[in-house]
């Protein structure tokens, strides 16, 4: 919250304050390519980047009564709930910052054992030979990263960059792009993309559904979103949980080998999946952790303001340059003594050491979280979340919210990424490069991720049969959609709630940043944001009136008392596979917000329901804990 209200020497649209009383629209509406920039220091594009894959991870956050040991709030609560989907939110997250950092990493070694950049490997093997004849090895790494660490000039001068895609993993030389064409920089594939960053986000999401057998739950989107929705839904309660097929076709397999497969004489089958179930929320915990980690170091490295661009990189660059010293001293011996001393300690230490643990648990229970690397070597370096969430409070303290990343359903262009030639360290011809990131023959379908023999194929005829099926099961859900209407006008609440939530496909949802097209108990209206009066506040009302005239809402709640906010779906989690398989369409979710009472107001079909919840967070002056 304070950094939200430092002044910045480079200023966007949302950082200049206004003194009119309403907000200030900066590009909510407008198109993309038109909007100011909006954070000084920070292109559009990385913003959005960031906004889109905040509005991915977030799902449910709390209020908490205390401020967090290292400054920063939105960290993942240490109950945080499981879901198959927040899983499979953590696994793509874990592939976007830790797999490709080390894919990225590889690459750049091989790159140096090619010899194909002659000058960079040569200098890179005759200071290493040098310390080695010295016995100087150790001091040299710590002395680079220290040099890596203070000055990011250095990065690219000792690791110049280039297109992830571009390079091959094998030789360390330019290779031809596995999308055929270099469409983006960032990703491992060189897919096209129509904003930065999407190639990658769809790279991890295809990553996390290759794991088929592995990870069947978490490519599903099962997600308990709204449990009543679930329970209550003619669409939920007719179809059969996709989570069962993977143990039914193993039992299909066991039969058709002929093993005798009965599952009431099974006796480890259920305490396993138990077991698996039970394990599966501190694993989701761990890739989180990971992930935040990760995410630490870079903003550590390259900070966003209003963070300080200097004050980490000093700090970590201080933690090693003692270590450099003392490794100027310490000889071989000395550490080989170290360690098989702390082994034995390990070993026979135990009568030790446990009661050194439990005066520790008792005297000061939390002492493991003042160990945590966001607690020390870390403190006050936010990961991407909480850069997120900083920016739309600058924002919000401006009374200018950041709009929404833009999103279209148009391809992504067929053109390659743009790319100097002349800045690019690999030892390669410029008709080489040009024929690497070109598509091949200028085919557009290669461009698109469509095989040219594939895209001349005619249709067989298991897809016209597929073709029916659909057409058969979305005739289907409209009927099941249509007794909701029935339901809802005999009194049933789970009904009410369910109207509106497929939108017509021509169905415009351009609102906000002030009102949101919603219902509430199925009534239409808009929820809408007031910070006209002395405390801000969201309320719900079903009849706009004209400018000038006063709001009538039917309930309201201070900024303020907002004690937690939930996102939850229009549907079950079934409905919602079904819906969009069958009828390409999108379903408009809700929120749920709880106020200091323990009151919850929960409105749906919200179309822009991410906006609303972001909003909703970064106004106030709570400070939230991820759930």
Known sequence: HALAQTEQDEKGAAQIGHDEPGINDIGWHEDPTKVASLVGGLPNEELWTLLRRFNKQMYHVKKISEPPIGGLDLNIADEEEFSPDKLRSNIERLYMTVLIGLIGFGKHIMRLRSWRETRRTAAFATVYFVAWAFDFIVPLLLLTLIVLTISPYSRELLFPPAPLALVSAKTGGVQKPKAGMLGSHDSVTGAPEKHQGEAVEQEASNFVSGFASIAISSASGKHPENTTQEEGGAIDTSVPDPTN????????KSSASG??????????????????????????????DLSDGWERFGNALSPTPPFSRDAARVKLAGILAPIFLAALFISSYMVVKGLTFGIGVGLFGDPVTSRGLAWLNKNYPDWPKFLEIRNTVLKGVPT????????????ESNRAPLPPPPSSTAPPSSKPADLNHEDLALDASHAEVQDAIHPEGGDVNIAQGIDGDEAKKKPKHGSKVLSFIKGSTRTGVGALLGTDRLKAKAGSEVSKNRLGVVPRPNEPAERGPVDFDARYHGKKGRAYISTSSTSPCIGFTDSMPKRGEPITPLWSVAIPEIREVRKVGGVGWKAKLVIGWAMDREVAD????????????VITAIRQRDELFNRLIAMGDQMWESW
């Open 245 to 252: 097929l993977a143990s039914g076709a193993l039992d299909a």
């Open 259 to 288: 093993a005798v497969n009965e599952k009431k004489h099974d006796k480890t089958k259920q305490p396993v999946e138990d077991a698996i179930w039970l394990k599966a929320r501190p694993v989701m915990h761990i890739i989180g």
């Open 384 to 395: 991407n979340a909480q850069l997120a969430i900083t920016l739309l409070r600058v924002g």
């Open 590 to 601: 809700g929120l749920e917000i709880t106020d200091s009472k323990g009151e919850k107001m």
